[in-house]
């Protein structure tokens, strides 16, 4: 549990502090006097309940002075903390606070979506220093699931699939998601979640970025529904910039900072396809009800099975399912030689979602598709692991 402290007066504030909390940063607030900064960092703490603090936020309504002595005590004595001072971001604040070990300035009236922002990357930063203050074999690094949403042709569904799921695990594990465009030349997570990144994966796979975890989150664009987003290039010209080694690095760092990395490959078996497989823990494959994209997906089977690139979580998905099509769910299990997970029929829903750039998994939307969308992402729920897989890969029924 993230644990942070406000030492403030200011109730506004406060309030403003516990709804970033609420919801996407697990973990309770504690709120301190002003009047606690002249009496030094053991009275700080005899004050404190539960366990150590991730995060202290200094301010509003605190004497500078008083807050940035604070802080450079804290830094000294208790440097996995991270430390934000709320106050007017002067030049001199600003380097004053830099020398003092506070990680942001920031000022008062700053929005609540902007200090949740702020407040999940300062619990990022602490936890990235302690595991850098524990001994290499004591730290035990748990990597996260990177799930490859795949599909040997275009045009079944598979980014509206991706952003739903990113959303649905976002709800499972808020702001410990990503979704990563690696369809580089013509991808469309940016225009599926409604974002107008800052930056994109080029300049996330190049200089600084691609050698500190840290310095890469700030590349990364925060979406409402609590999950980031590492958008494609901007110029499709910008794809001939990046190898299959810059996606193994990259996905690598995000394995090791997030819960879960959703990856939404171009269509085919590209280069950088196959370097996300070889990383993968899960493959999400996205099939259409059509007879090219149920041939299609058996070569790609067959191709990844010699090549031993199939991940060992696999995971069907049927998309734009239709009993009126001439094809049933069990052609294409018989076809494919793998059992179907999910089933998304047709849905007005989805397409109207997809235009919006509003996932149906992100609003209230009730249908078909939108429950074919939860049971995929439950397979990835830990509260459904223990789940025996012929309970998992039960017969679906297309409606």
């Known amino acids: ?71 450079t005590v804290l830094d000294l004595q208790y440097p996995e903390i991270s ?8 030049p001199e604040i600003v380097l004053r606070a830099m ?28 936890a990235s220093r302690r595991r850098g203050m524990q001994p290499a074999a004591e730290s035990g690094q748990q990597r996260g ?47 599926g979640l409604l974002l107008e990144p800052e930056h994109t994966i080029t300049e996330a796979v190049h200089g600084p970025a691609s050698q500190d975890s840290m310095v890469l989150k700030a590349f ?37 900072e997030f819960q879960y990395v959703v990856v939404d490959t171009a269509p085919g078996l590209g280069e950088h396809c196959l370097a996300t497989l070889e990383i993968a823990t899960d493959g999400v494959w996205v ?43 069990q052609d294409v299990e018989a076809t494919v030689g793998v059992p179907v997970d999910a089933v998304i029929p047709r849905s007005r829903n989805l397409p109207f ?3 919006r750039g509003i996932p149906v998994l992100q609003g209230n939307t009730r249908d078909s598709a939108t429950k074919g969308l939860k049971k995929l992402v439950a397979r990835f729920d830990p509260r459904t692991e223990s789940l025996p897989q012929n309970k998992l890969h039960r017969r679906v029924v297309v409606s």
């Open 353 to 355: 979602s997809t235009n």
């Open 287 to 329: 099939c259409g009800m059509d007879v090219p994209s149920v041939r299609g997906l058996r070569k790609s089977f067959r191709v990844l099975k010699e090549l031993q690139l199939l991940p060992q979580g696999r995971h069907m998905v049927l998309n734009f399912a239709d009993r009126k099509s001439g094809i049933t769910v």
């Open 220 to 256: 990364l664009t925060v979406h409402p529904a609590g999950i980031y987003a590492l958008c494609a290039p901007q110029k499709p010209s910008d794809s001939d910039y990046i190898t299959a080694d810059h996606v193994t690095r990259l996905i690598n760092q995000l394995a090791t």
């Open 99 to 126: 020398h003092s070990g506070i990680r942001d300035v920031v000022a008062p009236e700053i929005e609540v979506n902007e200090l949740r922002v702020l407040l999940e990357r300062a619990c990022l930063a602490a």
């Open 1 to 71: 549990m993230s644990r942070f402290v406000a030492i403030t007066a200011v109730r506004d504030f406060e309030s403003r502090v516990r709804q970033a909390i609420t919801g996407a940063l697990h973990g309770e607030l504690q709120t301190l006097s002003p009047d606690v900064l002249q009496r030094g960092t053991e009275d700080v703490f005899n004050q404190l309940t539960g366990a150590p603090p991730e995060v202290i936020v200094l301010g509003p309504g605190v004497n500078p002075d008083d807050a940035l002595k604070l802080a």
């Open 83 to 90: 430390l934000l001072l709320v106050a007017d971001p002067s």
């Open 145 to 191: 699931r990177v799930i490859a949403v795949m599909s040997p042709k275009g045009g079944v569904g598979k980014t509206t699939v991706a952003t739903n799921l990113a959303v649905g695990l976002g709800a499972v594990a808020p702001m410990r998601v990503v979704i990563v465009d690696l369809d580089l030349q013509f991808g469309d997570v940016a225009s």
